[in-house]
T-cell receptor
Framework: DAGVTQSPTHLIKTRGQHVTLRCSPISGHKSVSWYQQVLGQGPQFIFQYYEKEERGRGNFPDRFSARQFPNYSSELNVNALLLGDSALYLC??????????????FGSGTRLTVV | QKEVEQNSGPLSVPEGAIASLNCTYSDRVSQSFFWYRQYSGKSPELIMSIYSNGDKEDGRFTAQLNKASQYVSLLIRDSQPSDSATYLCAVPSASNTGKLIFGQGTTLQVKP
């Protein structure tokens, strides 16, 4: 069975541009969570979506947005990119929302570099 | 005080030694604790979970939990160069049941 898949694997963008990152959950999973990991730090929670609705949001500016589609895949959008947005963006899926108590399996991530 | 704290290291141990990685957390009601291993340039991989006080062993890895002291540790026995990675401690948020809170990670270097 395929795990969590993310695309693209690497991305280089210029400051001020917009970026869209994609995530497909494990088959049967209906919830997707997004994390940002800046070099040298642990992952930071950005969003959790379940059944196409936002179920949680971390302390990120409104430039960050996400959505979930009927097939449970998800997109993370970041507008007006800043150099500080350079990070590894991680996606995790779970059967339902609120399952952090079981731990998460992450996808391979998208490495975003803003220049 | 950070919600989950780890010493960033690096922690350097010789091959074959025991590596001890430590993590403290601030929320006394936390019930689940996780250790992730992250190789350079890769995503975190869940290697251990522990839910009750005491020790949990899985191969060369032992997780230890002390809720009274709000302390969780990971012991790696017979350390191998392939264990060289960053180890992240994670705890679910009490206020947001979908959110994992991570420490900044401890870098382990196992020297041949």
């Amino acid at each position: 069975d395929a795990g969590v898949t993310q695309s693209p694997t690497h991305l280089i963008k210029t400051r001020g541009q917009h970026v869209t990152l994609r995530c497909s959950p494990i088959s049967g999973h209906k919830s997707v969570s997004w994390y940002q990991q800046v070099l040298g730090q642990g992952p930071q929670f950005i969003f959790q979506y379940y059944e196409k609705e936002e179920r949680g949001r971390g302390n990120f500016p409104d430039r960050f947005s996400a959505r979930q589609f009927p097939n449970y895949s998800s997109e993370l959008n970041v507008n007006a990119l800043l150099l500080g947005d350079s990070a590894l963006y991680l996606c995790a899926s779970s059967l339902t929302a609120g399952q952090a108590n079981y731990g998460y399996t992450f996808g391979s991530g998208t490495r975003l570099t803003v220049v | 005080q950070k919600e989950v704290e780890q010493n960033s290291g690096p922690l350097s141990v010789p091959e074959g030694a025991i590596a001890s990685l430590n993590c403290t957390y601030s929320d006394r009601v936390s019930q689940s604790f996780f250790w992730y291993r992250q190789y350079s340039g890769k995503s975190p991989e869940l290697i251990m979970s522990i839910y009750s006080n005491g020790d949990k062993e899985d191969g060369r890895f032992t997780a230890q939990l002390n809720k009274a002291s709000q302390y969780v540790s990971l012991l790696i026995r017979d350390s191998q160069p392939s264990d060289s990675a960053t180890y992240l401690c994670a705890v679910p948020s009490a206020s947001n049941t979908g959110k994992l809170i991570f420490g900044q990670g401890t870098t382990l270097q196992v020297k041949p």
